[in-house]
């Protein structure tokens, strides 16, 4: 509990001992249970302070519910990596990787990064963050978000991505790499469209030659006339 | 009277318009219904009393619980008849606390409308176009007039470029005028914010059609064709159970998916993420993120029909 005091105007004095040197000292008059008492306020007070961004720094974000990602691990086709980078040196020289069973290039970004700004030499099983963060290939969003801020802060506002499974409960999203292939620049897939629409009986657009005549009982005559068309020749 | 087995043949021969004459084939005639009747139940293929039932089914908001319920294996025994299937009709009623809202990043669509696709086989909507709930409009890159869209664009490949894609569907009005616009009261918004229909009792009038802005409204022109093994069995009576011909119907965000906890078949179906479902009262759901902290749009906001459908961008 703190106690309000009336703030009167510093009159320069400290009262013998200047304020700013170290903790309160040991007051006259102070029994010794004030005394431990006022030692565990300052020491949880402390605790206080330290602890919420101790706690914050696992939860993510302010405000934020809990969530999930959907594993990538099972997903990928060269794994365990070790298989082979067991018995090669990591070799951070950018260059053109020759029979590769995966990425020949790195195409990420500007193509002026190499495998190493994301993968852990150390570990092959592993990505790096900036910050020397291993980091599972579950939860590559970790690596991603080092430079893609924004994007990153859409994503686990769900602005960005994709929910799976429920719109309630406990949030289950797809993570980075489940859409972008880190690897290659960021383009756009281009494929058909499905599903054409359907058009009304009698609104169809005539694309080529001249339109069908409006009246119905015009179009059937006309469709009579070439009838006997086809037939004569 | 009763038809007479014996027969003469000089009153067969000779032309007779006689009285008798004429109550010998009313005899005929309804003695064939009949032995018709006694070979196959009449009523459309139905039993009498499923005919009578249907005939004095109620409106869907005024029917005690075990109306429903004979009105639901009413439903289902009709669709085993017609697609020879067994489907379940659901009654889950709308979720406490819960108002349903949709978020559609325009930046993020790609115009390759497996929504559309997804949408026609989750609610058994007529196959081979004959309706979707859901258009995707192609627009040249910076137009905002809607008239100048197209949604039957047909390209060997989208996104094309200078285009963008701007899908359409009911946008679930919180004051919707299809429900004012109704003769018959059997269209109206249920309290989780879906504007739904009863089939049943729409009398095909159209009048919701011409009173809603975003031509969200679609009319059963013919019977809806669906292949027997594609009809989509979990159904919901005001959501995708099977339809007949003369009825409006419309996008009811897929409340046989949705009640349950679901998401939408269109979210689902949508390959780059653009769409976003979630509940508008829970404070710390993605929508409501995104609605204060996204630049979003409604379409024709100015009519006041307070959509519950906003539009983001990056």
């Known amino acids: ?6 703030s009167k105007p510093f009159d320069g004095d400290y009262g013998g001992k200047p304020a700013w040197r170290g903790r309160p000292r040991r007051r006259q008059g102070d029994s ?9 306020r300052s020491v949880l007070s402390c605790l206080l302070l330290v602890l919420p961004p101790l706690l914050a720094a696992e939860s993510e974000a302010p405000g934020q519910k809990d969530f999930t990602v959907a594993p990538r691990t099972t997903e990928l086709e060269h794994v365990p990596c070790k298989d082979c980078h067991q018995y090669m040196d990591p070799n951070p020289e950018p260059r053109q990787l020759v029979d590769s069973p995966h990425v020949a290039e790195v195409r990420h970004g500007k193509a002026d990064m190499w495998c190493t700004a994301c993968h852990a030499p150390e570990n092959h099983q592993q990505l790096r963050a900036l910050s020397g963060l291993a980091v599972d290939f579950d939860d590559s969003h970790r690596v991603c978000r080092d430079c893609h801020s924004a994007t990153y802060q859409d994503w686990l506002y ?9 719109w309630q ?23 058909r469209p499905v599903a054409l629409p359907g058009v009304r009986a009698g609104l169809e657009r005539q694309v080529h030659g001249p339109a069908p005549p409006r009246r119905l009982w015009q179009r059937k005559q006309q469709a009579e006339s070439e009838e006997s068309d086809v037939t004569e020749h | 009277m009763s038809p007479s087995t014996k027969k003469d043949a000089a009153d067969q021969a000779q032309v007779d318009h006689s009285r008798r004459r004429f109550m010998k084939g009313v005899g005929t005639v309804s003695a064939t219904a009949a032995g018709v009747t006694a070979l196959k139940p009449a009523w459309g293929g139905m039993s009498l009393g499923d005919a009578l039932g249907e ?3 109620d409106h869907y908001q005024r029917m005690s619980p075990e109306e429903i319920a004979a009105a639901v294996s009413r439903i289902e025994r009709k669709a085993k008849r017609k697609f020879g299937r067994d489907i379940q009709v659901g009654n889950a009623p709308p979720i406490e606390g819960v108002v349903f ?20 086989q989750e609610n058994n909507l007529g196959r081979g176009g004959q309706m979707e709930y859901i258009r995707v409009l192609e627009l040249d890159k910076g137009d905002r007039n809607l008239d100048h869209a197209n949604h039957y664009y047909d390209h060997m490949a989208v996104p094309q470029e200078g285009k963008e894609y701007l899908p359409v569907q009911c946008m679930q009005c919180d004051d919707p005028p299809c429900v004012k616009a109704c003769p018959v009261d ?6 989780d914010g879906i504007v739904v229909m009863d089939y049943d009792w729409c009398i095909g009038c159209r009048y919701c059609m011409s009173a809603c802005p975003y031509s969200a409204r679609h009319f059963n022109w013919r019977e809806p064709e669906i292949p027997a093994d594609e009809l989509n069995s979990d ?15 419309k996008c009811h965000f897929c409340i046989q998916r949705t009640r349950k906890g679901l998401q939408p078949a269109c979210l689902e179906a949508c390959p780059t993420g653009a769409r976003v479902f979630g509940n508008l009262l829970d404070p710390d759901s993605e929508i409501r993120w995104i609605l204060a902290n996204k630049t979003v749009l409604r379409l024709k906001e100015d009519l006041g029909t307070e959509p519950k459908f906003w539009y983001y961008t990056d």
């Not at chain 1, 960005?160 to 429920?166: A, I, P």
């Not at chain 2, 059997?186 to 309290?191: K, L, N, R, S």
């Not at chain 2, 159904?235 to 119907?249: F, S």
């Open chain 2, 186 to 191: 059997a269209t109206w918004m249920e309290p």
């Open chain 2, 101 to 120: 809202g949709y978020a559609l990043n325009i930046s993020k669509c790609k115009g390759y409308r497996d929504c559309v696709s997804a949408c026609v």
């Open chain 1, 32 to 40: 010794e249970e004030e005394r431990v008492n006022r030692r565990w």
């Open chain 1, 158 to 166: 769900g602005a960005h991505g994709k929910r799976v499974g429920s």
């Open chain 2, 235 to 249: 159904t919901h009576y005001l959501g995708n159970r099977p339809r007949v011909k003369g009825v409006v119907e």
């Open chain 1, 169 to 191: 409960g406990e949030r289950e999203i797809l993570n980075c790499t489940a859409c972008h292939d880190p690897h290659l620049n960021l383009n756009v897939l281009q494929r």
């Open chain 1, 1 to 6: 509990m703190t106690t309000v005091t009336e």
């Open chain 2, 55 to 57: 005939f004095f089914q």
